[in-house]
């Protein structure tokens, strides 16, 4: 089977003529509906026998950031039966009852079962599946330090840091500029609390994605012309207790949390994050 990687590839094939006799505007925009499945190669009716042949059949498309995110799913259940959950029941701060291990996600249950199912009081995703599984399974156990630092300050994080501020910190920051119920949500609905925080801020919660992964978000409001501001701060061990990947899957899937809770509400704040619900 041929592989197609993007629209450029099968772009690099036509005529780049722009006729429109595919009833597409451009070239370009009959390589994207190729490429999306929308259009066959063949309603191009100026390309060879020979494209036609080698790339109008099936091809092969890489993944979706959602099949590859399954996939790791699958891949991380099928190691739960090769380890020792007692142990990492105290590894990782959860309970272990010799069926399963009880982790707190959010405050909420989320079991890990000896056969490598996964059942929740919360909506399972592999947003959400993928750090925790990599938490019970490599996850080192150091205690909490009480030392916060940024992500950027984690080990590994300075290179990240971009991603994580475009996903991460933006997004959240414009979901607390417009949706004032943000905090209260964070202290209602997954047992937040209001803390000093690590550096002088107007609001300040503690949350515990994972019983050993607290978080604390510090939101300054906008005043006087300023813009308003969101940082996000680790326990200094957050790198040794689960990889730096998945703490980012982890707050990024948070986010979307609650990005999807002020949507509920009426509060398009993912439309300004620029993400759109499903
Ligand atoms: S028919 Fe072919 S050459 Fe013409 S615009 Fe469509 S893709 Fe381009």
């Given at each position: 089977?041929?592989?197609?990687?993007?629209?450029?590839?099968?772009?690099?094939?036509?005529?780049?003529?722009?006729?429109?006799?595919?009833?597409?505007?451009?070239?370009?925009?009959?390589?994207?509906?190729?490429?999306?499945?929308?259009?066959?190669?063949?309603?191009?009716?100026?390309?060879?026998?020979?494209?036609?042949?080698?790339?109008?059949?099936?091809?092969?498309?890489?993944?979706?950031?959602?099949?590859?995110?399954?996939?790791?799913?699958?891949?991380?259940?099928?190691?739960?039966?090769?380890?020792?959950?007692?142990?990492?029941?105290?590894?990782?701060?959860?309970?272990?009852?010799?069926?399963?291990?009880?982790?707190?996600?959010?405050?909420?249950?989320?079991?890990?079962?000896?056969?490598?199912?996964?059942?929740?009081?919360?909506?399972?995703?592999?947003?959400?599946?993928?750090?925790?599984?990599?938490?019970?399974?490599?996850?080192?156990?150091?205690?909490?330090?009480?030392?916060?630092?940024?992500?950027?300050?984690?080990?590994?994080?300075?290179?990240?840091?971009?991603?994580?501020?475009?996903?991460?910190?933006?997004p959240?920051?414009?979901?607390?500029?417009?949706?004032?119920?943000?905090?209260?949500?964070?202290?209602?609905?997954?047992?937040?609390?209001?803390?000093?925080?690590?550096?002088?801020?107007?609001?300040?919660?503690?949350?515990?994605?994972?019983?050993?992964?607290?978080?604390?978000?510090?939101?300054?409001?906008?005043?006087?012309?300023?813009?308003?501001?969101?940082?996000?701060?680790?326990?200094?061990?957050?790198?040794?207790?689960?990889?730096?990947?998945?703490?980012?899957?982890?707050?990024?899937?948070?986010?979307?949390?609650?990005?999807?809770?002020?949507?509920?509400?009426?509060?398009?704040?993912?439309e300004q994050a620029g993400r759109?619900?499903?």
């Amino acid at each position: 089977m041929t592989r197609i990687n993007n629209p450029m590839e099968i772009y690099k094939l036509l005529p780049q003529t722009n006729c429109m006799d595919c009833n597409e505007k451009t070239c370009l925009a009959f390589a994207v509906a190729v490429f999306k499945n929308r259009k066959p190669l063949d309603q191009c009716p100026h390309l060879s026998h020979d494209v036609l042949e080698k790339y109008g059949g099936e091809t092969e498309k890489p993944n979706t950031i959602e099949e590859d995110m399954r996939d790791a799913v699958e891949f991380l259940k099928a190691k739960i039966p090769g380890i020792d959950l007692a142990e990492a029941a105290g590894r990782t701060g959860g309970k272990y009852d010799g069926k399963k291990l009880t982790v707190k996600v959010m405050g909420k249950d989320f079991n890990v079962h000896t056969n490598g199912t996964l059942s929740s009081e919360i909506h399972i995703n592999p947003w959400l599946a993928v750090p925790v599984l990599n938490y019970v399974l490599n996850g080192k156990g150091r205690p909490l330090s009480g030392n916060w630092i940024t992500f950027r300050e984690l080990k590994g994080g300075m290179e990240r840091y971009s991603l994580f501020r475009q996903r991460c910190e933006k997004p959240l920051q414009a979901i607390a500029d417009s949706y004032p119920d943000l905090f209260r949500d964070m202290l209602d609905i997954f047992n937040g609390r209001r803390v000093e925080g690590p550096v002088d801020s107007d609001v300040a919660v503690i949350m515990y994605p994972l019983p050993l992964l607290p978080v604390i978000v510090c939101y300054w409001e906008p005043e006087d012309g300023i813009d308003s501001s969101l940082h996000i701060y680790y326990d200094e061990t957050a790198a040794e207790n689960l990889d730096l990947d998945s703490l980012y899957t982890l707050t990024a899937g948070m986010v979307i949390m609650f990005d999807k809770i002020a949507y509920k509400h009426g509060i398009p704040a993912g439309e300004q994050a620029g993400r759109t619900h499903g």
